[in-house]
């Protein structure tokens, strides 16, 4: 009797840890302070210097930009998607947990003199280090404090409304962004199925009931979310917007993102 009390107390203990982190993880805190870093750069002058191969960035350049994709769920994978006014971009960083340092709605002050712009499959991104074969490292995590200063925390950022079919004509428009679409389902296919199974193993399609469009949900075999059936109604969807070789696909921060209640159109 004595050892099953002590079980029942550890399970709740430890059950009482998780529910603390999550609670955190979901609902961060808004405040902090920027530092005294003043950007001098934007993400869609930094893109437009881009010509088709890796660029080296030579000159003393900052953005400031805020988390809008973190790797908390699995979605992301050693990067974090970031935006300012202008545009959005992936900074990689060779590292796990990025959220505990890097969590959605986080402002950064990213210092770019070393680092280079590179596209990887379509998309944009800010790495350290070149490798034989063509691949890319993102910056070392012992040394992504010479780049990555953080600011406030919390920050909410509002998701630009944006139609199907203004993702298909210009699949580099909202790269990296957060986007928000309206009067969307997912295909008949993959209702009843889990997100990473359904149609195609990842691979999923929301329908655009407005313009009749479609557009490709792409969801990692990683992400912890993969297992839960998608959405089975009609309404609006918030994820971030990417690009798999021109293809347009939308990548799911968090199920929560969506609210997909509604009676399906035909």
Not at 204 to 231: K, Q
Request: one cysteine or more.
């Amino acid at each position: 009797m004595k050892n099953l009390i002590i079980t029942l107390l550890t399970i709740s203990f430890l059950a009482g840890i998780s529910g603390c982190s999550k609670n955190n993880l979901d609902s961060p805190p808004a405040g902090g302070t920027d530092p005294n870093i003043k950007a001098n750069f934007s993400l869609d002058s930094l893109l437009a210097r881009y010509s088709g191969s890796p660029y080296l960035i030579t000159d003393s350049l900052i953005i400031s930009a805020v988390v809008v994709g973190d790797d908390s769920s699995g979605t992301f994978y050693h990067g974090i998607d970031i935006e300012d006014s202008t545009g959005g971009i992936m900074l990689m960083i060779d590292g796990s947990y990025l959220y505990n340092l890097y969590p959605v709605g986080t402002r950064v002050f990213v210092s770019l003199k070393g680092l280079y712009l590179v596209t990887y499959k379509g998309v944009p991104e800010i790495v350290a280090i070149l490798n034989p074969g063509g691949t890319y490292t993102g910056i070392p995590s012992s040394i992504q404090a010479r780049y990555i200063t953080t600011g406030k925390w919390g920050i909410n950022v509002v998701p630009k409304d944006v139609t199907v079919s203004q993702l298909n004509a210009n699949p580099t428009q909202f790269q990296s962004q957060l986007i928000r679409l309206s009067n969307v389902q997912f295909s008949q296919a993959d209702l009843n199925f889990p997100y990473y199974i359904a149609a195609n193993y990842g691979n999923t399609t929301l329908r655009d009931c407005g313009g009749e469009d479609n557009i490709d949900v792409y969801t990692s075999a990683y992400t912890d979310f993969g297992n839960l059936i998608v959405p089975s109604g009609n309404g609006t969807f918030v994820c971030v917007y990417s690009q798999y070789n021109g293809t347009p696909e939308l990548l799911i921060r968090t199920p929560s993102d969506l609210n997909m209640t509604g009676p399906l159109c035909p």
